[in-house]
Nanobody, 123 residues
Framework: QVQLVESGGGLVQAGGSLRLSCAAS??????YGWFRQAPGKAREFVAA????????YYSDSAKGRFIISRDNAKNTVYLQMNSLKPEDTAVYHC??????????????????WGQGTQVTVSS
């Protein structure tokens, strides 16, 4: 059974940091994406990573504050979030893409999704 399980969410004050983890099981993925969905809003792309930490891409809102990385030995992808703002409050989902290692920002490009972890940033 293929699963992606996120962890690391929680409540943090504005300016603080959180590190999200997403552990994959059942198969390996060539690339991963992090997406988020705030209440009443559509899910949006945050960051993606290809086969290595050298191949990453960020949304404008994440650039300079978030860092995506992966540990292939642990089949895990991370999202380090710094300088958090109240507008970062959302459920964060990781997604795995099976083929080719290409970084993509569209949800339909990803084959498997986790259930999500809640991140709440207080002002």
């Amino acid at each position: 059974q293929v699963q992606l399980v996120e962890s690391g969410g929680g409540l943090v004050q504005a300016g603080g940091s959180l590190r999200l983890s997403c552990a994959a099981s059942g198969r390996t993925f060539s690339s991963y994406g992090w997406f988020r969905q705030a209440p009443g809003k559509a899910r949006e792309f945050v960051a993606a990573i290809g086969r290595s930490d050298a191949n990453t891409y960020y949304s404008d809102s994440a650039k300079g504050r978030f860092i995506i990385s992966r540990d292939n030995a642990k089949n895990t992808v991370y999202l380090q979030m710094n300088s958090l703002k109240p507008e970062d409050t959302a459920v964060y989902h990781c997604a795995g893409r099976v083929p080719d290692g290409i970084i993509l920002t569209r949800e339909v490009a990803y084959d498997y999704w986790g259930q999500g972890t809640q991140v709440t940033v207080s002002s």
